[in-house]
C-alpha cells in the first residue's frame, strides 16, 4: 500500500541553525514526490517537488530535498532556519498509479526559538 | 497568479444541518480534490473530481458529497452535518499527470465547526 511517514511529530531548532526534516514513503512505482509547507491559518503551498533526474531539488525558501530510492527517503533539509520558517510541512508522494491520487504524511510541525 | 478561493474561512454550523463548501480554481485545470485536515492526522482525501460531472470516492467519503456542474467550480456537501465533522477542509486542483507536474495548489482552507 501507499503510504507516507513523517517520523517527528514536531521539531524544535534554533534560528540560524540547519534543519532536516525526514520523510519515508512506500510506493509501488516511480514516485512523484512533493514537500509543501502551510503556514498558520494558511493552505498548503508547493515548496518543492522531484519526478526524476537530479536527485537533490532546489525549491523555494532555500529549501532542498534529496531523494534516495535505496531508503525510500525524501528528507528536507534548510542549511539555516530563520524565524518565518515556523510552520507545518507535510511531504506528500503520488505517481502513475493509483490514478490521481496524492498521498500525505501526517506532517511535521516546525518551531523555531530565537 | 493561480488561485484557488473558498467561499468561506471560518464556518459553524448546527448538527443535522446541510451544509455546503464551494471552491473556485482559475486556472484551468481538470481535478479538483477536497480534503479534511485533522491534527495529527495529515490530509484525508475525501472526494476527488477528474472532470466536470465526474467524481470518485477518496479514503473518507462516509457524510460527504460532491457536485461539479462547472470545470472551475467543486462543491463539497455534507447532508447531515455532525459533531465529528469539525475539522479544516481544504480544497486544491491540478492538471493532469503527464501533461504538466502535477503538484496540488491549494485553498486558504474552511475551518468548520458543528455543534
Known amino acids: 500500500a501507499q503510504s507516507v511517514t513523517q517520523p517527528d511529530i514536531h521539531i524544535t531548532v534554533s534560528e540560524g541553525a540547519s534543519l532536516e526534516l525526514r520523510c519515508n514513503y512506500s510506493?509501488?512505482?516511480?514516485?512523484?514526490l512533493f514537500w509543501y509547507v502551510q503556514s498558520p491559518g494558511q493552505g498548503l503551498q508547493l515548496l518543492l517537488k522531484?519526478?526524476?533526474?537530479?536527485?537533490l531539488v532546489q525549491g523555494i525558501k532555500g529549501f532542498e530535498a534529496e531523494f534516495k530510492r535505496s531508503q525510500s527517503s525524501f528528507n528536507l533539509r534548510k542549511p539555516s532556519v530563520h524565524w518565518s520558517d515556523a510552520a507545518e510541512y507535510f511531504c506528500a508522494v503520488g505517481g502513475d498509479t493509483g490514478g490521481f491520487k496524492t498521498i500525505f504524511g501526517a506532517g511535521t510541525r516546525l518551531f523555531v526559538k530565537a | 497568479d493561480v488561485k484557488v478561493t473558498q467561499s468561506s474561512r471560518y464556518l459553524v454550523k448546527r448538527t443535522g444541518e446541510k451544509v455546503f463548501l464551494e471552491c473556485v480554481q482559475d486556472m484551468d485545470h481538470e481535478n479538483m480534490f477536497w480534503y479534511r485536515q485533522d491534527p495529527g492526522l495529515g490530509l484525508r482525501l475525501i472526494y476527488f473530481?477528474?472532470?466536470?460531472?465526474?467524481?470518485e470516492k477518496g479514503d473518507i467519503p462516509e457524510g460527504y458529497s460532491v457536485s461539479r456542474e462547472k470545470k472551475e467550480r467543486f462543491s463539497l456537501i455534507l447532508e447531515s452535518a455532525s459533531t465529528n465533522q469539525t475539522s479544516m477542509y481544504l480544497c486544491?486542483?491540478?492538471?493532469?499527470?503527464?501533461?504538466?507536474?502535477?503538484?496540488?495548489?491549494f485553498g486558504p482552507g474552511t475551518r468548520l465547526t458543528v455543534t
Open positions: 473530481s477528474y472532470d466536470v460531472k465526474m467524481k
Open positions: 510506493y509501488g512505482a516511480t514516485p512523484y
Open positions: 522531484y519526478f526524476s533526474g537530479d536527485t
Open positions: 486544491a486542483s491540478s492538471p493532469i499527470p503527464g501533461q504538466a507536474p502535477y503538484e496540488q495548489y
